[in-house]
């Protein structure tokens, strides 16, 4: 079972450089979300999705942007990169209130 | 707001011996709670949940929690551990189904350094 892929594993973008980060789920999962991961800090929620067509911001939304097109599919775009975006990023889905998380994408932005 | 309180950032210990990693969550509505373990480079894996009833949860590796409502506490515990649970440790809540679940509240994180 594939799970949550997330693609690409690591990244490093120029300061103002824009991307989009993959997110695919392959267990027909209502709820996505987007988190950061910096160190000493957890995980913060960027934006989540309840279901294709709809989203909402999370605690640190700025910088950030998605879609969810389909159930399956969960892209963050990033749009002129800013150092402050260097993080580890993680996409997960749930069916209910346990998530299961992709590998993570680091991102470093110069 | 809900939120995550873990209190040791870093917990070392020596291999065989007993382990508590602390966590409190603050909430007005009632929640559930998890604890996630992430080895070195790798995502976030589920170690053990607590949706309701008996109030000591057991997961995987060994691994135990019991949730404490009057406390607000959800501390993690193992007995006896090994190297290979060397690793960071996140506690998380979640509102209940009252509540919505569809936002989990991270912790900063434990990181546990089990030593020979």
């Known amino acids: 079972n594939a799970g949550v892929t997330q693609t690409p594993k690591f990244r490093i973008l120029k300061i103002g450089q824009s991307m989009t980060l993959q997110c695919t789920q392959d267990m027909n999962h209502n709820y996505m979300y987007w988190y950061r991961q910096d160190p000493g800090m957890g995980l913060k929620l960027i934006y989540y999705?309840?279901?294709?067509?709809?989203?909402d911001k999370g605690e640190v939304p700025n910088g950030y942007n998605v879609s969810r097109s389909t159930t399956e599919d969960f892209p963050l775009r990033l749009e002129l990169a800013a150092p402050s975006q260097t993080s580890v990023y993680f996409c997960?889905?749930?069916?209910?209130?346990?998530?299961?998380f992709g590998q993570g994408t680091r991102l470093t932005v110069v | 707001a809900q939120s995550v309180t873990q209190l040791d950032s870093q917990v070392p210990v020596f291999e065989e011996a007993p382990v508590e990693l602390r966590c409190n969550y603050s909430s007005s509505v009632s929640v559930y709670l998890f604890w996630y373990v992430q080895y070195p480079n790798q995502g976030l894996q589920l170690l053990l949940k607590?949706?309701?009833?008996?109030?000591l949860v057991k997961g995987i590796n060994g691994f135990e929690a019991e949730f404490n409502k009057s406390q607000t506490s959800f501390h993690l515990r193992k007995p006896s551990v090994h190297i290979s649970d060397t690793a960071e440790y996140f506690c998380?809540?979640?509102?209940?189904?009252?509540?919505?679940?569809?936002?989990?509240?991270f912790g900063a994180g434990t990181r546990l350094a089990v030593h020979p």
């Open positions: 607590y949706l309701s009833g008996s109030t």
């Open positions: 997960a889905s749930s069916p209910g209130p346990e998530a299961f």
């Open positions: 998380a809540v979640t509102p209940g189904v009252s509540g919505g679940y569809n936002k989990l509240i």
């Open positions: 999705s309840v279901g294709a067509g709809i989203t």
